[in-house]
């Protein structure tokens, strides 16, 4: 008798990257079928699509990098905007967790990265906190060019107007002496 599980199986397979056994594949009952006529389109698809090989790419980056430091997602965001922090519980553990776009394009995996960054270099071990900020941006540009991944000029300039907001935050917050690699930001 065939079950319901027994009919989710090769869909589950596939979707984890398992060949079908044999006794999984289920052949439907032969029926006669008209011959298809193929049809040009007649509406091109609307919208951006990340190409195949480069959304492989990210999705591998993405697993490599929460694996190698062992830190969680919490929410994946639709904004170009992220959140690094820990949850320490009661029995002492730790967890390591950010909020983050879903790297789909360069920007989007530069601030995944960024993020990584933060728990890569220390949470918040590194003070001021705007010279955190500057290591977990260096962190996430020198991760890019060693996978290969394009930096652009859009990545460059984000990077640019993110160190400058630490900086004049930490100007605010009265602080005395800046960090020497923060000093191209001030001002």
């Known amino acids: 008798m065939l079950t319901l599980w027994d009919l989710i199986r090769p869909m589950r397979d596939a979707l984890l990257g398992a ?10 009952p032969r029926r006669r079928v008209k011959q298809a006529v ?18 492989e790419k990210y999705a ?7 694996h190698r430091y062992e830190v969680r997602v919490k929410r994946w965001r639709n904004s170009m905007s992220g959140l690094a922090f820990l949850v320490q519980y009661r ?5 390591r967790l950010i909020e983050s776009p879903r790297p789909k394009s360069p ?6 990265l960024h993020e990584i960054g933060h ?3 220390g949470l ?4 001021p906190r705007c010279l955190e900020e500057y290591l977990a941006w260096k962190f996430s540009l020198e ?24 900086v004049r935050k930490a100007r605010r917050r009265g602080i005395k002496t800046l960090p020497s690699e923060l000093m191209p930001y001030d001002g």
Do not use: N
């Open 19 to 28: 060949p079908p056994k044999q006794a999984d594949v289920v052949s439907p």
């Open 38 to 55: 193929a049809v040009a389109p007649t509406k091109k698809p609307s919208g951006r699509k990340v190409r195949p090989k480069a959304a």
């Open 60 to 66: 591998e980056v993405t697993r490599l990098m929460l």
């Open 91 to 95: 029995d002492g553990t730790v967890a």
């Open 107 to 112: 920007m989007s995996v530069a601030i995944f």
């Open 119 to 121: 728990h890569a270099i």
């Open 124 to 127: 918040g071990i590194h003070k």
């Open 143 to 166: 991760t890019m060019e060693q996978l290969g991944l394009p930096v652009t000029d859009r990545v460059r300039r984000r990077v640019d107007r993110s160190l400058r907001y630490a």
